[in-house]
């Protein structure tokens, strides 16, 4: 009973934040903005194209949303994944083709509704059907995937393009890898890259002659025949796979019986229990649908956070945030529609309200694929009602009965019955941002006014200190003024006492001249003295070097004739034994010269008589073909001669019957007989 205890505070301090109102959360936020929910036209975008396009919405703990959308007969080109891939077909029809971390092949028809998980690791790819409506619908996917926290720079993603990837190895590695010649490869690189998401009918243009290094990729990961088949959008055999292939099926939700339903909406969630493939995931994926005027009622989800996405419609959402020693206790409201996106924390109590008007229709990932228990504060399923009365009635300072009847009224569970909340909200909520924009308009008027008071006493400070400051430079231009006079009175004493010193050191000099002078004077005649003493020894000592250097060179006179006379010999010999090897050098020299002569004159010959032959050769084909040329020609004169002659007669026949006259007439002939 003390665990109880200990846990019924808390949820009663719950549910009274939960029904009080707050103001929101962000001071001078826009309208309808929280920190919990990100519109459709906030979303990061990722690849956009005339056949499709991808946007994501990130989220701190390393959860990204991505949404992706297909044009009909659009194929989004193959991915790597980095991480799990869990996602929701929202409209639209399609087939997924991918192969798994075992190098199993895969196909899977998806439809409205699917739910599907791929793994990390996984290489796939997405093709939109084309459809048999008159205007065909868009394929609209909605996945989550956990990229974790960015350790290095750039940052990996959720997925890699898988021609970038190859690409990125040098031609060499690629060639040897492939098998295939230079050329080949030269198409493969020099090729422009496509879009990450194309068109299928731009394969199919295409004959086998000519394939492309799309599909010659695709064949590292599927079989021949599927990359044939789906390229060319003929029906897969699955016939001829059944021994290869392992069947596989998505989770449908419009196919599904509800988790609950009752007259206010319904809920399903997928978890491992639902769908064997989120086994070992870290997502589950769930699908609320609230009627006209209808409430999920107020819960929190211990084991997940749920990020949403609205399908249909539009509504209101209320969080009520846990107090910390940081912030003050303090709830979201916001307004969410068609495309938006709102994030609730794992324990946050919270509540969706639909509008009298419309119904409201949203899915989402929980960050958990295992069975959540979600915990509601109302209802039949109420976590309140497990506890004892008197404890209950003691925390809310109410009487028993009093709290008997506020858990017994309520009949339904879940999902209540809840006219107009959502409107009372939106009221509230138009409210507070008025308030707020007042109270903004006011501080921000009051921040003026302070700023003009402000300004105002810097602008007399500023004065104050403008006079001081000219009251400052007088009294230094006066100190000035008295230090200048000052100085121009030291400045004469002090030329005047230069002056006269200026005089005594001329004194001084002249003095200190004269005795020097005098000094040089018996300097010069010693230094005369001195230089006739040392010429004299000088004289002496030149002579007696003179001398010894006379010898010397007799000495060395004779020296150097017998020196060079044994050179000369020296020479004479190295001479004679050098011309010796020269006249055997240039005979040597003669006979290789002469052969070389008559090699290179056999070869001149011979490239002659070769050169002779080939332009007999073609001098007489060019006779053969003038003379055929000629043959032709006279051929074509006979004939032409002919003709002239065969029109020369037709004019002459015709000319001649017209100049032959017409046929007379022939007179009677009269037989005359004698009587």
């Not at 003050?328 to 794992?346: A, I, L, N, Y």
Request: net charge negative.
């Amino acid at each position: 009973m003390m665990s109880k205890f200990a846990i019924i505070p808390l949820c009663l301090v719950t549910l009274f934040l939960f029904t009080k109102s707050f103001q929101d959360r962000t001071e001078g936020a826009p309208s309808f903005q929280s920190p919990l929910k990100v519109k459709r036209d906030q979303r990061t975008s990722i690849v956009a194209t005339e056949f499709g396009e991808i946007s994501a919405v990130h989220f701190g703990d390393g959860y990204t949303i991505q949404f992706i959308t297909l044009e009909p007969d659009a194929l989004l080109l193959p991915l790597l994944l980095h991480s799990d891939m869990v996602f929701f077909v929202h409209t639209g029809s399609g087939t997924l083709n991918w192969v798994d971390e075992e190098e199993k092949e895969r196909t899977l028809e998806l439809k409205r509704g699917d739910v599907f998980r791929l793994r990390y690791g996984t290489v796939f790819y997405l093709h939109c059907n084309l459809g048999r409506d008159e205007v065909p619908e868009k394929l609209r996917i909605y996945a989550i995937f956990d990229v974790g926290k960015c350790l290095h720079d750039p940052c990996l993603g959720a997925y890699s393009s898988i021609r970038d990837l190859l690409l990125g190895f040098d031609e060499k590695t690629l060639r040897s890898a492939f098998a295939v010649p230079k050329d080949v490869f030269g198409r493969l690189r020099d090729a422009v890259k496509p879009p990450l998401i194309t068109n299928a009918m731009r394969n199919r243009t295409q004959g086998f002659e000519e394939e492309t290094w799309g599909s010659r990729l695709a064949k590292l990961f599927v079989r021949d025949e599927d990359v044939t088949d789906h390229l060319e959008m003929k029906p897969v055999d699955n016939s001829k796979k059944k021994k290869k292939m392992k069947k596989t099926s998505a989770y449908n939700v419009f196919e599904s019986d509800p988790d609950f339903e009752n007259a206010n909406g319904q809920s399903i969630v997928v978890d491992e229990k639902d769908m064997d493939a989120l086994k070992g995931s870290s997502f589950g994926v769930y699908m609320v649908n609230l009627t006209k005027g209808s409430m999920m009622g107020p819960h929190w989800n211990p084991n997940a956070c749920e990020i949403s996405i609205v399908l249909q419609g539009e509504g209101m959402i209320r969080v009520v945030n846990h107090p910390s020693s940081e912030s003050k206790t303090e709830s979201e409201r916001f307004m969410v529609e068609d495309g938006d996106v709102f994030v609730v924390p794992r324990f946050y109590p919270m509540a969706q309200l639909s509008f009298v008007n419309s119904s409201f229709m949203f899915m989402g990932f929980s960050t958990s694929a295992k069975t959540n228990h979600p915990q509601f504060l109302v209802g039949q399923n109420s976590v309140l009602k497990i506890f004892n009365r008197e404890v209950l009635a003691t925390s809310f300072n109410m009487r028993n009965e009093t709290i008997e009847r506020l858990l017994g009224a309520q009949k339904d569970g879940l999902m209540l019955e809840c006219v107009s909340c959502a409107e009372v909200e939106l009221s509230r909520l138009m409210r507070e941002i008025e308030e707020r924009k007042r109270r903004e308009e006011e501080e921000i008027e009051r921040r003026k006014k302070e700023e003009e008071e402000a300004r105002k006493r810097e602008e007399e400070r500023e004065r104050e200190e403008e006079a001081a400051k000219k009251r400052e430079e007088e009294r230094r231009r006066r100190e000035e003024e008295e230090a200048e006079r000052k100085r121009k009175e030291e400045e004469e004493a002090r030329k005047r006492e230069e002056e006269r010193e200026r005089e005594e050191e001329a004194a001084k000099k002249r003095e200190e001249e004269r005795r020097r002078r005098e000094e040089e004077e018996a300097e010069r005649k010693r230094k005369e003295e001195e230089e006739a003493r040392k010429r004299e020894e000088e004289r002496k000592r030149e002579e007696e070097a003179a001398k010894k250097r006379e010898e010397e060179r007799r000495r060395r006179q004779e020296e150097e004739e017998e020196a060079r006379k044994r050179e000369e010999a020296r020479e004479r010999e190295e001479e004679e034994a050098k011309k010796r090897e020269e006249e055997k050098e240039a005979a040597r020299k003669r006979e290789e010269e002469m052969a070389k002569r008559r090699e290179e004159e056999r070869q001149r010959k011979e490239r002659e008589e070769v050169e002779r032959k080939r332009r007999e050769e073609e001098e007489r084909k060019r006779r053969e073909e003038e003379a055929m040329k000629r043959e032709e020609e006279r051929k074509r004169e006979e004939e032409a001669s002919k003709r002239a002659e065969e029109e020369r007669r037709k004019r002459e026949e015709e000319e001649e019957q017209k100049r032959r006259p017409p046929p007379q007439p022939q007179p009677p002939i009269v037989f005359i007989t004698d009587v």
